[in-house]
């Protein structure tokens, strides 16, 4: 005899993609069937509740899900909330799905659509994801951890060659208003200097501490920048084009050309750039990005079980909880200043 359902849950990811999106998925259809809730995958972020696309989640629609990266929902960076006309679609959409609930997975953009549904009565979970760990109210996001092991990886090769060929190597990493994964990849990578949005810094300032390593008889470089750097004395971010998002966002990217050009150009020294881009983001999650994202997905259906809506789950120390979504997007997380001393002991 088939058991009456408490409602029905429904689940989007938005923004990029990141390592353990789908043990999130995973973890809330296997803790929602546990406590007799129907689970609706809703595709490709917001525009799926824009245009009205959905499907049932089962639990063997995520069976095998849990080492694969990316996300089986697809995703977006749509906004749902840039025209009125989109804004009814979605509130239609809701009803006609027949969504009790709502989970939001993604980063300041996604929550920040859901924390104003949740203002307007939409009974919504959000949950943290960002691969760049900037999202205010949680220690840690998941997909970072897998960032970071990828840029160290990349650092450890790319030592190699640059040891061999005497050269400067300049890493580009992800990181738009915070230097998170430029920091800690940096750090655990052995880099001899790194740069970050927290932290402007002049190309004197640089070619410094690359000269003072040249003076001790190592002939070779690693340079890590997050491609919101700013160059001191050189405007602004360093773009693509002149595209945006919908959320406002410009396309990063070409700062690490910008730093080697004119190191080689001030020093002398041989300089080659290397911009690891999306390959930040794919493959398969770390074990801990895969715990991580279990951990928030069971805790997200809990709190909707609890009656605990409007929330954002995160972690704080080594235990999962929960704050409210209208404290969690308030600001920004920039790089502590405690780990940006340490990087720096070792520049030169």
């Given amino acids: 005899m088939a058991r009456n359902s408490n409602g029905t849950i429904g689940i989007l990811t938005g923004g ?4 353990g999106l789908n043990p999130v998925i995973r973890a809330v ?7 007799n809730y129907r689970v609706l995958g809703i595709k490709n972020g917001w525009l799926g509740l824009v245009k ?9 629609s995520v069976s095998g899900i849990l080492p694969r990266g990316g ?22 959409n809701l009803k006609k799905f027949k969504i009790d609930y709502l989970i939001a997975v993604g980063g300041e953009d996604t929550l920040g659509v859901a924390r104003k549904l949740s203002a307007e009565g939409v009974k919504v ?12 109210g949680t220690d840690q996001t998941f997909g970072f951890d897998t960032a970071v092991s990828i840029v160290t990886e990349a650092i450890d090769r790319l030592h190699t060659t640059a040891e061999s060929h ?14 998170w994964i430029a920091t800690v990849g940096g750090l655990a990578g052995g880099a ?10 002049t190309i004197e300032e640089i070619c410094e501490v690359l000269e003072k390593r040249h003076s001790r008889g190592r002939l070779f470089s690693i340079v890590v920048v997050a491609e919101g750097f700013k160059l001191a004395g050189y405007g602004d971010v360093v773009t693509k084009d002149k595209k945006v998002d919908q959320f406002g966002h410009e396309h990063l990217g070409g700062i690490g050309e910008v730093v080697a050009q004119e190191i080689e150009k001030r020093t002398g020294y041989e300089t080659r750039v290397t911009v690891l881009g999306h390959v930040q983001r794919g493959g398969s999650p770390t074990a801990f990005d895969r715990v991580l994202g279990t951990r928030y997905g069971v805790k997200a259906v809990d709190l909707i079980h609890e009656g605990k809506l409007g929330m954002m789950v995160c972690l704080k120390g080594n235990r999962i ?20 001393d340490t990087a720096e002991i070792f520049y030169g």
């Avoid at 259809?29 to 406590?35: F, N, Q």
């Avoid at 959000?126 to 999202?135: F, W």
């Avoid at 001899?192 to 810094?201: G, K, N, Q, S």
């Fill in 192 to 201: 001899d200097c790194i740069l970050i949005p927290e932290e402007p810094m």
């Fill in 166 to 179: 005497q050269r400067v190597m300049v890493v580009e990493v992800m990181g738009r208003h915070t230097g």
């Fill in 71 to 92: 996300t089986i929902l697809g995703t977006s960076r749509t906004n749902p909330l840039k025209n009125e006309e989109d804004k009814k679609r979605v509130y239609a």
């Fill in 321 to 340: 909880t929960y704050i409210p979504l209208k404290k969690a997007m308030t600001k920004l997380k920039y790089v502590d200043r405690e780990l940006i």
């Fill in 29 to 35: 259809v296997r803790r929602a069937d546990m406590l």
């Fill in 52 to 60: 009205g696309i959905a499907e049932p989640l089962s639990l063997i």
């Fill in 16 to 19: 990029g993609d990141c390592p």
């Fill in 125 to 136: 979970i959000g949950i943290p994801k960002t691969i760049d760990n900037d999202i205010a």
